[in-house]
C-alpha cells in the first residue's frame, strides 16, 4: 500500500468521525434502566439512583423477561428496539426461588453512566484525530498502519446514530463489530511491523474468528441461552486479552531489546508508557469477566477510559521515531 496516498485513509477517517458526531448528539435520547447483567441474565450490579434501582431491581436477581419478551428470545429483542424515557417496562426476574415481577420506568442517564457515555466518544474521537495528525506530519508505512488502526478500533468507543429498521440496525452492528476486531488485530500487526520489522496476516484469524460469530448472532438471532451467552463471553474475553497482553509484551520486548540511545530516539520510552497505561486496565477487566463474570471489580466501568493514553503517547512515539529514522539515512 501507498503510505504517501492520504485520500483513502482521510474519506475513511472522516466517514468514521462523521457518523460518530451523529451517535454523540445521539446521547441526549439514551434511556437508561441503570443494571448490568452476567452472561447468565443474573444482575450483577444496579446503579444508585438509577430507574432499576426505583422499581426494586437488586443485585443477584436473574432475569427472566423484559416488557413481556423472554431474555432467550434475541429476535424479539432485537425487533422491540430501544426503549424511551418514560417508557415502562415489565421486568420478571427470578429471586430467592420466587418470581417476581417489578414495574421500571426508563429515564435520562444517572451522572455516571452520562459522563462514561461522553468519555467514551473522546476516547473514540482520540483514536482516530492523534494517529491521523502523526500520518499527516509523516506519511510512513508504519504510521498509516497505526492510523488505520486507531480508526477501526475507534467503533469500540463510537457508535453512531440509531436506525429504527431492524435490518440497518443489523448491517450497522455487524460492519462495527468486523471493523472493531480487524482494528485490535492491525494495532498488533503495527507494533510487530515498528518494532520487529516484520507482521504477521496469520495474526487477524482470532479477530475474524470472532468477529463473524458475533456477526452470526446479529444477523441470524439465534437463541439466546446461557451456553451461547457463556461462548460469547468467554471468545470475546480470550481473544481480547490475547491481542492485548500479545500488544504489551510487544512493545516491552522492543523496549528491553533496545540500547538507551534507540530508546530514546525511537519513542519507545512513550511506546512503553501508554502500553501499560493503556492495556493493563483493560486486560484485568477482561480476564475478570472471563474468570468470574457475576463479580464487578471496583471502578470496573472506568478501566476502558485508560486506552486514551495509546493514540496519545503512541502518535508521539512513532513520529519522534522516523525522525530518528530520517537522520540515521541521511
Known sequence: MD??????????????????????????????????????????????????????????DKL?????????????????????????????????????????????????????????????????????RAYMQKQTESIH?????????????LSGPYFADLTLRQIDSAIGVLLIWLGIATLLNFLLTHLRSGGNRLLYVPGVVVGLFIVWRILATPEATPALNNLNNILV??????????????????????????RESRGLQLMLIGAVIGFLPPIVSVIANVIAPTTVLPGQAFYFLSFIAIPITWSMAVLKGSDASAESSD
Open 3 to 60: 503510505a504517501s496516498n492520504k485520500t483513502p485513509l482521510l474519506v475513511f477517517a472522516a466517514i468514521v468521525a462523521i457518523y460518530g458526531v451523529f451517535g454523540w448528539l445521539d446521547v441526549a435520547n439514551y434511556a437508561q434502566g441503570g443494571w448490568n447483567t452476567a452472561p447468565d441474565n443474573t444482575v450483577t450490579e444496579v446503579l444508585a439512583g438509577s430507574p432499576a434501582e426505583a422499581g426494586g431491581l437488586q443485585a443477584g
Open 237 to 262: 474475553g480470550v481473544g481480547a486479552a490475547f491481542y492485548l497482553i500479545a500488544s504489551l509484551v510487544t512493545v516491552y520486548r522492543g523496549y528491553s531489546g533496545a540500547t538507551a540511545s534507540e
Open 145 to 157: 498502519a497505526l492510523a488505520l488502526a486507531g480508526i477501526m478500533f475507534s467503533l469500540a468507543f
Open 64 to 132: 427472566i423477561s423484559l416488557g413481556g419478551i423472554a431474555m432467550s428470545d434475541a429476535k424479539a429483542q432485537a425487533e422491540r428496539g430501544r426503549p424511551e424515557v418514560g417508557e415502562t417496562w415489565e421486568f420478571v426476574v427470578e429471586r430467592d426461588g420466587a418470581t417476581v415481577s417489578l414495574d421500571v420506568t426508563f429515564g435520562k442517564m444517572v451522572p455516571r453512566r452520562a459522563f462514561l457515555a461522553h468519555a467514551g466518544f473522546l476516547v473514540g474521537f482520540c483514536l482516530i484525530i492523534f494517529p491521523l
